[in-house]
């Protein structure tokens, strides 16, 4: 007897709001590991995860936003200006110990907007990533005992 798969279904998010700053937190970097566009050779790849800080889904959980980089700190790479965005210092693209995950925790004010897919998927874009200063990142009540 056959057993046939099944189509996977779109899952529906919910996108935050378009061109409005919002505080948000990086909250996961998740390694995607070596990953092929096309006829071009396989490159590494990771995901930035952030949650925004006042924006829930209709279960109660934070809307999340992501975005994807090769995984480099070559200098024209989009990977080290996110983390000069995140935390203020360009890294060395000679470093080969850079830890990523040093980058979760990290408190920013995020501006998105909303892009259309040609199949019609609207997802949520980040334009514009800013970190949060140190005293206005300590001001957020109800955070890990602050």
Do not use: C
């Amino acid at each position: 007897m056959a057993i046939y798969a099944k189509k996977a279904k779109q899952t529906e998010f919910e996108l935050p709001p378009e061109g409005v700053p919002l505080d948000a937190e990086l909250v996961e970097i998740e390694d995607l590991g070596e990953v092929a566009f096309g006829s071009k050779p396989p490159k590494p790849r990771v995901k930035f995860f952030y949650s925004f800080t006042s924006l829930m889904d209709k279960k109660g959980f934070p809307i999340r936003i992501w975005e994807f980089f090769h995984n480099t700190l070559h200098e024209k790479g989009k990977m080290p200006p996110r983390i000069f965005s995140l935390t203020g210092k360009m890294p060395d693209p000679e470093d080969e110990n850079f830890d990523l995950e040093s980058l979760v925790g990290i408190k920013v004010q995020i501006v998105a907007r909303h892009k259309t897919k040609e199949d019609g998927t609207t997802y949520p874009e980040i334009v514009s990533l800013v970190r949060r200063s140190t005293e206005a990142a300590k001001k957020k009540p109800g955070r890990n005992g602050s």
